[in-house]
C-alpha cells in the first residue's frame, strides 16, 4: 500500500502520529504498530515520514473499527520513502478528498461541547479527514502557553488543539511564534487553506465525563508558496 502523508502530529516526547492518502482510492490510512511510531521515523532524523512524502508500507492488514477506521498495521521494515509529491500535485491531492462540513467528514454524531467537539467511543464512520474552512483559521497561544486555532465550518465555531509537529520546535512542547504569526498572516491575506482533523484515541479529561473521542487540528496546509518550502528547519512546506 502507499499513501501520500498528509497528516503529521507530535504526541508526548519521542513519539508522533502519522497518515495519509492511500493513492489507490483516496481514503484515509494511519499506519500503526503494536507500540506507538518513534519520532526516529519522521524525516527530520533520517526516517521516511514527512508531510507530502509517498510512502510504500509494504504488506498491511486492516485493524480498524468506528470511528478509527483508517487503522492498518505494517511492518516497520517493509516502509520505504519514494520521494516527495511535487507541491501542486499534493495540494490538487488535498482539495480532492477536503470537504467543507465537519459533519459530511466525521458522521452526524459528532457534536459540540462548549468550544470543542466529540465522538462518542464507537461511533462515527471516520476519524480523520481534511476540511475547507468557512473562513480563515487563527493561531493562538493560550494562557496556558498551549497552542489552539479558531476555525469554523459555517455550523460547528470551535476552539481546537493544534498538533501540527511543524509549528513546534525540537522537543515538541514549545511553539514556532514566529511561524505561528507568518502562518497567520498569510491566512488572513486569503491563502487558499486546507485543515487536516482528527479525532484523538479516546479519553476522558476528568472524572466526571465519559470517555470520548476529541477534535483535533493535526496539519495547516496552504497553497504552495515558493518562500515557504521545508516542513522542519524553520521554514514551512504547506
Not at 511553539?175 to 479519553?203: A, C, H, Y
Request: net charge positive.
Amino acid at each position: 500500500m502507499q499513501i501520500i502523508v498528509n497528516h503529521l502530529t507530535r504526541m508526548q516526547t519521542g513519539y508522533m502520529c502519522v497518515a495519509g492518502i492511500n493513492t489507490s482510492n483516496n481514503q484515509h490510512v494511519r499506519p500503526v504498530m503494536r507500540s506507538r511510531l518513534p519520532i526516529s521515523l519522521l524525516a527530520l532524523h533520517g526516517g521516511p515520514f514527512d508531510i507530502a512524502s509517498l510512502i510504500d508500507l509494504g504488506p498491511v492488514r486492516y485493524c480498524g473499527s468506528p470511528p478509527e477506521v483508517e487503522d492498518y498495521s505494517f511492518n516497520q521494515q517493509n516502509l520505504r520513502n519514494r520521494g516527495v509529491i511535487p507541491p501542486d500535485q499534493f495540494w490538487k491531492r488535498l482539495q480532492s478528498v477536503a470537504r467543507r462540513s465537519i459533519r459530511e467528514i466525521f458522521g452526524p454524531t459528532i457534536k459540540q461541547v462548549n468550544r470543542a467537539c466529540v465522538a462518542d467511543v464507537r461511533t462515527g464512520h471516520a476519524s480523520l479527514g481534511c476540511l475547507i474552512p468557512a473562513a480563515p483559521p487563527r493561531l493562538f497561544i493560550n494562557s496556558y502557553g498551549k497552542l489552539r486555532a479558531a476555525i469554523t465550518d459555517g455550523n460547528f465555531d470551535l476552539s481546537l488543539s493544534v498538533t501540527d509537529i511543524r509549528l513546534y520546535e525540537a522537543d515538541h512542547q514549545t511553539p514556532k511564534e514566529n511561524l505561528i504569526k507568518q502562518t497567520n498572516n498569510r491566512m488572513q491575506d486569503g491563502n487558499p487553506v486546507i485543515l487536516s482533523l482528527g479525532l484523538t484515541r479516546p479519553f476522558r479529561p476528568d472524572d466526571d465525563t465519559p470517555e470520548q473521542h476529541w477534535l483535533q487540528l493535526n496539519n495547516v496546509h496552504l497553497m504552495y508558496n515558493t518562500a515557504i518550502q521545508s516542513s522542519f528547519n524553520g521554514d514551512m512546506w504547506m
